[in-house]
C-alpha cells in the first residue's frame, strides 16, 4: 500500500510539474487566436477564436508567403543535415577506428574547439567567406556541415568506440577495405547514434537566426526565422496574433522531426549500437 500511494504521489508531482512546464506552450497557442485588443486579456484562450490568423499570416509579408520561405529553410537544412551526418561519421570512424599518427593530439584540438565560443570566431570566419564571395549564398552554412562538427563527432566516436575491434579483423581477414568496414559495419550498428545527430543537427539548423541574419542580405534567400523577423519589420501596427500563429507553425517540422524519430533517438541513448 505505501509503495502503490508513493507511485500515485510521484505521478501527480510529476503531473503538475508538466503542467507548469507546458502553460507557456498553451498560452502561446491562445495567443496565436486572439485579436489584438484581447492579448492584454488574462484569459488563457480568446472570446472570439481568429482562425484567420493562420490564413493571413501565411501571406502577410509582401511579394512572398510563407510556402516559400519553408521551402528555402527546407533545403537549406536537408543538404546541412545530410552532409553533417556524413562528414561526422566519416571523420569519427578515422579517430575511433583507424590508427595514425598523432591522433591523440588531433582529437584534443577537436574537443577544444568544443570550448570556443562562436563570438570568437564570428569576425575572422565574415571576414574569410567575404573574401571568398560567400555572403549572401548558402555556402557559410553549407560547406562547414561538409566538414562535420566537434560535438557530433565526439558523440559519434564515443559510440564507435563500443563497438567489438574483433568485427574489423574478422572484416579483414575477408578482404574487406577500411570503407568496407565503415559502410558494410559501422555506419548499421550506429544508427541510433546518427539518427540522434541528424535530430540535433536539423534542430540546430532549423532554428537558427544568427547565421542568417549575417550572412543573408536578401529577401529572396531568407529562411523561416527571418522571415518572421521580417513580419515585424513590415507592419506599422504589428498583428500580433499572426505573427504567434506563424511562429507556432514555423516550429512544426522541428516537433515531426522528433516525434518521428524519437525511437532511435532514444534506442541512440540507453544502448551500444550493437544488436544481439
Known amino acids: 500500500m505505501k509503495t502503490t500511494g508513493s507511485k500515485w504521489l510521484i505521478h501527480i508531482v510529476l503531473l503538475l510539474f508538466s503542467a507548469v512546464m507546458f502553460y507557456p506552450v498553451l498560452w502561446w497557442i491562445g495567443a496565436a487566436l486572439k485579436s489584438n485588443a484581447e492579448l492584454s486579456s488574462p484569459a488563457l484562450f480568446p ?5 484567420n490568423n493562420f490564413s493571413d499570416g501565411w501571406v502577410a509579408l509582401p511579394k512572398y508567403t510563407f510556402t516559400y520561405f519553408y521551402l528555402n ?14 562528414s561526422s561519421s566519416l571523420v569519427a570512424f578515422g579517430f575511433g577506428r583507424i590508427p ?37 549564398t ?13 560535438f557530433f563527432i565526439f558523440l559519434l566516436v564515443q559510440f564507435i568506440r563500443g563497438i567489438p ?24 550498428l550506429t544508427k541510433p547514434a546518427l539518427i540522434t545527430v541528424m535530430i540535433f543537427s536539423f534542430l ?16 529572396s534567400m531568407y529562411t523561416v526565422p527571418m522571415a518572421l523577423r521580417m513580419f515585424i519589420d ?29 525511437r532511435h533517438f532514444v534506442e541512440g541513448i540507453a544502448t551500444t549500437g550493437l544488436k544481439g
Not at 47 to 51: E, I, L, N, T, V
Not at 138 to 150: D, E, K, Q
Open 47 to 51: 472570446s472570439k477564436w481568429m482562425w
Open 73 to 86: 529553410s527546407l533545403k537549406l537544412n536537408i543538404t546541412t543535415t545530410l552532409l553533417t551526418v556524413i
Open 100 to 136: 595514425f599518427r598523432g591522433k591523440k593530439y588531433l582529437f584534443s584540438v577537436l574537443l577544444l574547439t568544443i570550448m570556443l565560443p562562436g563570438q570568437v570566431t564570428l569576425i575572422p570566419q565574415y571576414a574569410m567567406f567575404h573574401q571568398f564571395g560567400w555572403v549572401n
Open 138 to 150: 548558402y555556402l557559410p552554412f553549407i560547406v562547414p556541415s561538409a566538414m562535420g562538427g566537434a
Open 165 to 188: 575491434l574483433e568485427l574489423d579483423e574478422s572484416a579483414k581477414m575477408d578482404g574487406c577495405s577500411w570503407f568496407g568496414i565503415y559502410w558494410r559495419i559501422i555506419l548499421p
Open 204 to 219: 540546430w539548423h532549423w532554428e537558427d537566426y544568427f547565421g542568417p541574419l549575417i550572412y543573408l542580405n536578401s529577401v
Open 234 to 262: 513590415t507592419q506599422a501596427a504589428i498583428s500580433w496574433g499572426q505573427l504567434l500563429a506563424m511562429s507556432l507553425v514555423s516550429i512544426t517540422p522541428q516537433v515531426l522531426v522528433f516525434f518521428l524519430a524519437q
